[in-house]
């Protein structure tokens, strides 16, 4: 009998899955990657893959493996899908495959299975990790099978599929929307969501975020504390990087911090909508960014934003272990060492605003930008700087006014 990883949710896509690889003649083994996602009894989701037949079934707790070598490197280069998005998603796919993949190792499965459809941009996260990893292993997506599709044309027969084989699930035949969880965020996408002219953040039950309109009406601060562009505290505590994620989650989440609402241009070709929170990691991305302007110069910083949004498209795409992701990496490590530093912030009602900054490397020197008489710059230098700057202009500037 051949051996599969189950990539599992212990929801109703993964649920049938596993019935169905089973009667395909496959040994099955769950693996339930914990990444924060919300569940009342991860014990009931062991249970359960055993019950269906799973011939064994795991937890692993990756969160802080998440934060600290996943989100946090994506965080040092500013990385935002199309401007926007802070891939939460994204970066979580490439370390769920890597998970499943050492668990097929260590049982001798030579196939991995996931419940991603042949729609979305999380089957080639999926694959292009699994395949850069363990390039002969053999990748079982049930939604491209054109056999699994027949037989579960909708979530209804899925939901009929598991009432006769007595598999608990809590799915119903409509939901307005489809929602995925982890530490770093919540994204909320398909059903209602697909038309444009519904107002996604008044459909969508957040989980992560009171509405601003609700957050109290004081501002609340919070200091964060980076080394080489990588957080280590939270108002002067000392903490993992799960736990930064987490305290600030918590501190955003009751200031309506971290809401988007955006239609972006998937891996696979098509425009999808998309309603995300994101309360930790936006807090962290404008920290970061403040230390930064203290730290790193002109040209360094230019040539991180120039190649940030290349970095975003390889995550988002699934590109997560190739050489290319290898070597951008290496050069933000370095880029990173100078960004230590102290920001202090003032949230309010979904804002956040600077209200301090400091750095035993800040390179802002106020004798110099000073706009008062005297400081250490020497105006009249700007003379001879502008002269050779204007050359080039200059030039063109006569031979434009000898051609008219």
Known sequence: MPKCVLAYSGGLDTSV???????????????????????????????????????????????????????????????????????GTSIARPLIS??????????????????????????CRFQLAAEALSPAIQIIAPWRIEKFRQLFPGRSRMIEYCNERNIPVKATSTKPYSSDENCLHISYEAGKLEDLNVNGVELVEFGMTVSPQKAPDKSEQVT?????GVPVSVNGKKLGAF????????????????????????FVGMKSRGV????????LYTAHRLVEQLTIDRDLMHLRDRLAPEVAEMVYYGFWYHAKLDALMAFIRQAQE?????????????????AGRSSPNNLYDE????????GSYNQTDAEGFLRIQGLPGRVQGRMRARKY
Request: charged share 25%; hydrophobic share 40%.
């Open 17 to 87: 899955i596993l019935g169905w690889l089973m009667e395909e003649g496959y040994e099955v083994h769950a693996v339930y990657v914990d990444l924060g996602q919300p569940c009342e009894d991860r014990e009931a989701i062991l249970k359960k893959a055993r019950d269906i037949g799973a011939r064994s079934s795991q937890i692993i707790d990756a969160q802080e493996e998440l934060c600290r070598d996943f989100a946090f490197p994506v965080l040092q280069w500013q990385a935002k899908y199309e401007g926007v998005y802070l891939l």
């Open 338 to 354: 100078p960004v230590s530093g102290e920001v202090v912030l003032n949230l309010y009602k979904g804002n956040i605003d600077v």
């Open 367 to 374: 004798g110099i930008a000073t706009m008062e008489g005297g």
């Open 98 to 123: 890597k998970v499943c993949l050492q668990v097929a190792r260590d049982v001798g499965a030579d196939a991995y299975a996931h419940g991603a459809t042949g729609k979305g941009n999380d089957q």
């Open 224 to 228: 964060i504390s980076f080394e080489s």
């Open 243 to 266: 736990d930064i994620v987490d305290v600030l989650n918590q501190i955003g989440g009751r200031n309506g911090v971290g809401r988007i609402d955006m239609v972006e241009n998937r």
């Open 276 to 283: 995300y929170e994101s309360p930790g990691m936006t807090i």
